[in-house]
């Protein structure tokens, strides 16, 4: 089944800590996005790619950072700048550029600074 | 850029009643408008979506209305389930991979 698979589904950092989520998608979508999400707030985005070795800043991108070294693969990084990491990250992917579209989600994961 | 707001932020009904929520969007260029059903601990996933051409769309007991004029849509869900309890987001754009603007989402509680 196609689909978007995160990992891991929980995390805990240690305050000065990087630490990477993983975002994969064997559903051949050109675009990638990664969502913050916060306890009784939309989602935020952070960073999207439209094509490979290419991404765009999002509204929220200070702290983070991303690649995207295959059309697959979307990882995103949470470094120690970001002041306050702890959230539940959302990846999702959409469809090509004729038309619109929804979006697929990931299960997401939950970061948790200790 | 675009700016969407979502009411209520909680909605309690009885099964069998229907529900509604409401959003508003800024930009007049958004022309698609998806609406998102999250369960908790999981990602949203698509239930239904409207573009500006039309109206109106349903989908069984799920329904979503769109006034251009107003700037403003709506979903109904008729017949309400304990199953359909979950945050339900709307969202805005303006298309093609351009970014989506969501709402801060409606928690649904279907009361049995």
């Known amino acids: 089944d196609g689909g978007i698979t995160q990992s891991p589904k929980y995390l805990f950092r240690k305050e000065g800590q990087n630490v990477t989520l993983s975002c994969e998608q064997n559903l051949n979508h050109d675009a990638m996005y990664w969502y913050r999400q916060d306890p009784g707030q939309g989602l935020r985005l952070i960073y999207y790619s439209q094509i490979v070795n290419d991404f765009q800043k999002g509204d929220i991108a200070e702290g983070y950072s991303v690649s995207r070294e295959k059309k697959e693969s979307f990882p995103l990084t949470v470094t120690s700048a970001q002041k306050n990491p702890t959230a539940f990250y959302l990846c999702?992917?959409?469809?090509?550029?004729?038309?619109?579209?929804?979006?697929?989600f990931g299960s997401g994961t939950r970061l948790t600074v200790v | 850029g675009e700016n969407v707001e979502q009411h209520p932020s909680t909605l309690s009904v009885q099964e069998g009643d229907s529900a509604v929520i409401k959003c508003t969007y800024s930009?007049?260029?958004?022309?698609?408008f998806p609406w998102y059903k999250q369960e908790l601990g999981k990602g949203p996933q698509l239930i239904i979506d409207i573009r500006s051409n039309v109206g109106e769309k349903k989908d069984q007991r799920i329904a979503v209305t769109l006034n251009k004029t107003a700037k403003h849509f709506s979903l109904h869900i008729t017949e309400t389930q304990p199953e359909d309890s979950a945050v339900y987001f709307c969202?805005?754009?303006?298309?093609?991979?351009?970014?989506?603007?969501f709402g801060t989402g409606t928690k649904l509680q279907v009361i049995p």
């Open positions: 930009d007049s260029a958004s022309n698609y």
């Open positions: 999702a992917s959409i469809a090509g550029t004729r038309g619109v579209y929804g979006y697929t």
């Open positions: 969202a805005a754009s303006s298309g093609g991979y351009q970014k989506v603007t």
